[in-house]
């Protein structure tokens, strides 16, 4: 009896359910299911592809299909095989049990794991370059604005904005064009960058907000304090965020509220400088006008207590000195005095 040979030719993909209800959603980006079901397909087709050629169907680097084969991996799902000729996947059978809690909960985007930073070659950059005209027109625009010939180095780095942070191309030319008219350097630049990937800046007026609230106004304040030589730290930045956005005070009133501080303190205490700018803010002071009306207001209360304390120091006609009392809460008084009865 001859033996019986198989083919599937379908032209459906089947899905496992539990993939659907379980996995599918798991990513933060929609494109790793996908590729995982377009390799699926391939998988049971009978089919070879490329990294590269996946990159190109799904208009994604080469560098982020292997991300997605690791990602997969690490879920559980795929199990590679690398050998120097070829990369072997093996698809495992989607368990729910087998899911990681860590997954389960939340999943990171590889793109923001600052420890893998990916490097470019140059076979990849001509290919993106060549693939995706916004990448090409980025590169030529950082040449002109940083006024030299980029290195691979640079060309890498600058790539890696929008591939490893996913930096909009707008939010990276704001940051070029800062740094370009400021003398800073690409290992600066990448600071900002990833600064920026933290902090959700993701189109052009969020970086161009940031830019004048920590470069102008942060620098403004500082200097208030007379410091020039360092950039304020974490807390810092957090009074300075408070007194611009939350009570929305001017800086003129910021740089009297500071001068304030240095005056009655002898030193530097953004603690005080809060203290005076939310006492001016809950008694609704909004221009210098205004702080020296309250100025003027407190003078006068405290010339006329003085006076009085002048006029109580001296003698009554029956020989007593007159003090200022001081007010008690009688309920407290009467349950002291209840208290110390119950005692005798």
Known sequence: MSSINFKLNWAVTPVSNIFIEEYMTMPNYPVYSLVYIYALKKAIAGESITNEQIAEHFRIMESEVTKIWNYWENAGLLKQNQSQAELELEFLTPDSRLIKPDLQKIVEHPKLRRENKPVYDPAEINRIRGHDKQIGELLSTAEGLLKKPLSANDISTIVSFYDWLGLPIEVIYVLLSYCSNNGKGMRYMEKVAIDWADKGICDQDAAED??????????????????????PDEKEQSYMSSWIKKLNMPLELVKEACSRTIQNTGKVSFAYTNKILNDWHNAGIESMGQVKQLDEEYARKAAQNKAARQHGDKKTADGFTNYDQRSYDSDLLDSIINSGLDDV
């Open 210 to 231: 940031y830019l004048d609230l920590y470069i102008v106004q942060y620098r403004k304040i500082m200097r208030y304090y007379g410091i020039t030589d360092r950039s």
